[in-house]
């Protein structure tokens, strides 16, 4: 679900300017453009020219991802967010707006194909994921379990909130060491509406998600 709400964002928000872009629409700079928006929150006057969208709207669609991201992560920790200490989803957020300032890709030249193109992305997938569920998760079910004792005689928002404070200290430690896994290249599609706007493809936006950060 989080890759489907972020490709949707993605895709209606980031759309080519209808004045005066059509004839000379860069589509290299678009696709560089989204991804600079999306996961570094970095916003050229270039990008601005071929965009419909004002710094602000740009600024917070990379709130509104960060959000998604958060939401994605307590899922997948299993948080309880109804019981977790106040300001728990705060702080995933800026862990995440620590781990996407590491996000790294290269924009290929377009090729043109009838009114859409095609642009090549190389991808080289974040891999934190990918050190915690090889290192970090047998050391923490360690210290969780040693802890035993003393979990037994937590009320539930006790235990959540040991449970959240110990992945999100698991989780920061790692951001220093982050890497990258082999680089994926994939080929995005811009394609252009009925409106004359070009939007990069949902599935396209959905399969370089999913590339970013490997879960």
């Known amino acids: 679900m989080k890759r489907i709400i972020c490709a949707l964002l993605c895709a209606v928000m980031l759309v080519c300017s209808l004045t005066g872009c059509l ?3 860069d589509a ?3 696709v560089q453009g989204n991804l600079d928006v999306v996961y570094l929150n970095k916003i050229t006057d270039e990008y601005l020219k071929i965009v419909s969208n004002s710094k602000e709207e740009l600024e917070a669609i990379y709130e509104e991802g960060l959000e998604v991201e958060a939401d994605y992560f307590a899922s997948y920790f299993d948080f309880d967010m109804e019981l977790a200490p106040e300001g728990t989803f705060e702080r995933i957020v800026e862990v995440y707006r ?3 300032s590491y996000s790294k890709y290269e924009v290929g030249e377009p ?3 009838g009114d859409d193109y ?3 992305v190389t991808i080289y997938p974040i891999d934190i994921m990918q050190q915690i569920n090889d290192e970090g998760w047998a050391a923490f ?4 379990l040693a802890m035993s004792e003393t979990l037994a005689t937590m009320t539930d928002e006790e235990l959540e909130a040991a449970w959240t404070e110990m992945i999100l200290d ?4 790692y951001i220093p060491n982050i890497g990258y896994l082999e680089p994926e290249t994939i ?3 811009i394609v252009k509406g009925d409106d004359g706007a070009y939007v990069i493809s949902d599935n396209d936006f959905g399969r370089i998600d999913t590339l970013i950060i490997q879960y």
């Not at 079910?141 to 969780?144: I, N, P, V």
């Open 23 to 25: 004839a000379t629409f």
């Open 28 to 30: 290299k700079a678009y």
């Open 98 to 100: 620590q781990i996407y």
């Open 111 to 113: 090729t043109k194909s």
């Open 118 to 120: 095609l642009v090549s």
């Open 141 to 144: 079910e360690e210290d969780w």
């Open 170 to 173: 698991m989780v920061e430690s």
């Open 187 to 189: 080929s995005v599609q």
